[in-house]
């Protein structure tokens, strides 16, 4: 069993930055596969960036160069720090854990097995 808490949601404004935090409890953070995705009011959940010791890191096209996903193994925690935010990239960030790949530039939410609450992100002026 892997429990997840999200943490660093908010309101910036267009430009700003935030920094999200996903703490696991129940495995070491090294031997999972960690993702964020986001969902949007009235739309999908969409994977954002995902990463694992094995497979490195991995984006969504309209994140790359803007996001950017690192693994503390001190704190067994991911954190996902966003920067030059869009009112597009509003919506509830979820953390999950699994085990199967990071690839870059897709994450499919059914190779997560482990999820957590989630943490609102706000982007508007």
């Known amino acids: 069993q892997v429990d997840l808490v999200e943490s660093g949601g908010g309101l910036v404004q267009p430009g700003g930055s935030l920094r999200l935090s996903c703490e696991a409890s129940g495995l070491p953070v090294e031997d999972l596969i960690i993702g964020w995705f986001r969902q949007a009011p009235g739309k999908g959940r969409e994977g954002v960036s995902c990463?694992?010791?094995?497979?490195?890191?991995g984006y969504i096209d309209s994140v790359k160069g803007r996001f950017t996903i690192s693994l503390d193994r001190g704190k067994n925690e991911v954190a996902l720090q966003m920067n030059s935010l869009k009112p597009e990239d509003t919506g509830v960030y979820y953390c999950?854990?699994?085990?199967?790949?990071?690839?870059?530039?897709?994450?499919?939410?059914?190779?997560?097995?482990?999820w957590g609450q989630g943490t609102q992100v706000t982007v508007a002026s």
């Open positions: 999950a854990a699994g085990f199967e790949a990071c690839y870059n530039g897709y994450l499919d939410k059914d190779d997560y097995d482990y």
């Open positions: 990463i694992s010791v094995r497979d490195g890191t």
